[in-house]
């Protein structure tokens, strides 16, 4: 049973563009929401995170929405750079069992010249 | 400061042996994290400790698996009698207590012959 979903393995966008990265969940318990960021050989790395009190969170060009009554939130990367292109994971916790993270799948972003 | 540090970050084993992943968290981190990711897969939560205390196993196999966390020094999480299926990705995540940020080491990938 998938509980977080990220239905896209991959994206493909110009440098300069935004990326938008999607993530749904099943769970209603979930009340915060994380994103990192995963090079190849590498431990995944904190990106930006985000609790069901709001529905909108920035950091620089990382900005994460969320619509709770779709079950959905989304990551834009604006503007788009080579660098960012990694695998992105969306992670979600329920206040009642904040230790246990639930993962996603991932997204593979590469972010072309 | 030092981030989350595994080792060893690469670990082969012949079937039927013990492995054994090391894991020191962050300065100041006393809440340990071990997750393992399978090829094309995210990450699935195994384990949650604190110091001498394992606090949710509900994601460890029932059998050959097991982890502490001592009062001083690393946490180990230990895979007796290994099989192929056990070949993944292992990682580490430490947090401060009450928040949800975790925070990921490099990882170790054991390959079993």
């Known amino acids: 049973d998938q509980q977080v979903k990220q239905n896209s393995p991959s994206l493909s966008v110009q440098e300069g563009r935004i990326s938008i990265l999607n993530c749904d969940y099943t769970?209603?318990?979930?009340?915060?929401f994380l994103w990192y960021k995963k090079y190849p050989a590498e431990g995944p790395t904190f990106l930006i995170s985000?609790?069901?009190?709001?529905d909108k969170n920035e950091d620089g060009r990382f900005t994460v929405f969320l619509n709770k009554s779709a079950k959905h939130l989304s990551l834009h990367i604006v503007p788009s750079q080579p660098g960012d292109s990694a695998v992105y994971f969306c992670?979600?916790?329920?206040?009642?069992?904040?230790?246990?993270?639930?993962f996603g799948t991932g997204t593979r972003l590469q972010v072309f010249p | 400061n030092a981030g989350v540090m595994q080792n060893p970050r690469h670990l082969v084993r012949r079937r039927g042996q013990e492995a054994r992943l090391r894991c020191s968290p962050m300065?100041?981190?006393?809440?340990v994290y071990w997750y393992r990711q399978l090829p094309e897969e995210g990450l699935k939560f195994m384990v949650y400790?604190?110091?001498?205390?394992?606090?949710?196993e509900s994601g460890m196999p029932k059998e050959r698996f097991s982890a502490e966390f001592p009062k001083e020094g690393p946490s180990i999480l230990r895979i007796q009698q290994v099989v192929r299926g056990d070949s993944a990705a292992y990682f580490c995540?430490?947090?401060?207590?009450?928040?949800?940020?975790?925070?990921f080491g490099a990882g170790t990938r054991l390959s079993v012959l």
């Open positions: 769970n209603s318990m979930f009340d915060y």
């Open positions: 992670a979600a916790s329920a206040l009642y069992n904040t230790d246990k993270l639930i």
């Open positions: 985000i609790s069901s009190i709001k």
């Open positions: 995540a430490s947090s401060l207590p009450g928040l949800d940020i975790q925070y």
């Open positions: 300065k100041g981190h006393s809440h």
């Open positions: 400790l604190q110091k001498e205390n394992i606090i949710d």
